[in-house]
């Protein structure tokens, strides 16, 4: 019987406009009244989580997410408004941590610039992630908001970032730990180079989750093993988890479910391992994934 199901959630549980229809609601809704727990396992950070999901967090359907790409699980404690009309935030406890340190961060920054040729560097868009919420420069701002205006990407931005004037000033300053390194490269061509030097370092794992794009996390950060821990405080066996997904950093958590959905369009490497095909995302190929495999329907 599952009990608890991981799911991604671009590419696999949101809509390409990072909505989410009735029908997948409904689905979340019915699966939590059964006793079920439904929990996002995403790469965006906390506060990142999309206000598509605000109803059913609010509504206590929602009460569990791993962020980060498996560097932060969290309970989360519903949503606060400030009376003035703006936007909800999320209020949350961090329930697990696989964070690199301030040091290890910085280095990997320095691996980067020092590799990349300065026509590259120029056009590359750094970004490290810290209690929940993202942290870059003003040069990326504008490189983030040229690539991303007038998409749904770019709202997700504005809700989940904060520019701050030196990033290298900004991280002597601060005594934390770090989720998430983000590299966005102007094109593909050196993407593959620089994954393989930033894994020479045996401390840190790289997700390339495009071509030109490669995120950086601890180690031990991994979407399967935080899952895995939240299985293990339930008290679900593996036996009773689902996981859904999509793209490369999902890996992770597909091989640590007792059955793994993949999407539609998925990296094809994932297929190998797969349970089960669900249909797209714009077709709520998760949802309806979910209803046959728990006996909803």
Not at 235 to 247: E, Q, R, Y
């Amino acid at each position: 019987m599952i009990r608890l199901i991981g799911a991604d959630l671009d590419g696999t549980f949101l809509r390409n406009d990072k909505s989410i229809s009735r029908y997948s609601e409904d689905v979340v809704r019915r699966f939590a009244a059964s006793g079920g727990w439904f929990v996002p396992v995403t790469g965006r950070p906390l506060e990142g989580l999309p206000p598509a999901l605000h109803p059913l967090i609010e509504e206590g359907c929602i009460r569990y997410a791993v962020t980060s790409n498996g560097a932060h699980m969290y309970v989360l404690d519903g949503l606060e408004r400030d009376g003035s009309g703006g936007a909800a935030r999320l209020r949350a406890t961090l329930l697990y941590s696989r964070e690199m340190t301030r040091e290890r961060t910085e280095r990997v920054i320095d691996t980067c610039r020092s590799f990349l040729p300065p026509e590259v560097r120029e056009g590359t868009i750094l970004e490290v992630f810290s209690g929940g919420r993202g942290y870059h420069g003003p040069k990326a701002e504008s490189l983030l908001m040229r690539r991303f205006e007038g998409t749904p990407v770019a709202d997700y931005l504005r809700m989940s970032r904060t520019i701050v004037e030196d990033l290298d000033a900004f991280l002597r300053e601060q005594e934390r730990g770090y989720e998430n390194i983000s590299v966005m490269l102007p094109d593909a061509g050196l993407g593959g180079a620089l994954a393989a030097k930033l894994s020479e370092d045996p401390h840190t794992r790289v997700i390339r989750s495009l071509a030109t794009d490669l995120e950086i996390v601890s180690a031990e950060a991994d979407k399967g093993a935080a899952f895995l821990e939240l299985a293990r405080l339930l008290k679900v066996p593996v036996s009773g988890t689902l996981a859904i997904g999509d793209g490369d950093n999902d890996r992770g958590l597909l091989s640590a479910a007792g059955t793994a959905v993949v999407m539609q369009g998925a990296d094809p490497a994932l297929f190998r391992d797969a349970d089960y095909t669900a249909g797209s995302n714009e077709e709520d190929g998760a949802a309806r994934a979910i209803e046959a495999l728990t006996g909803m329907i």
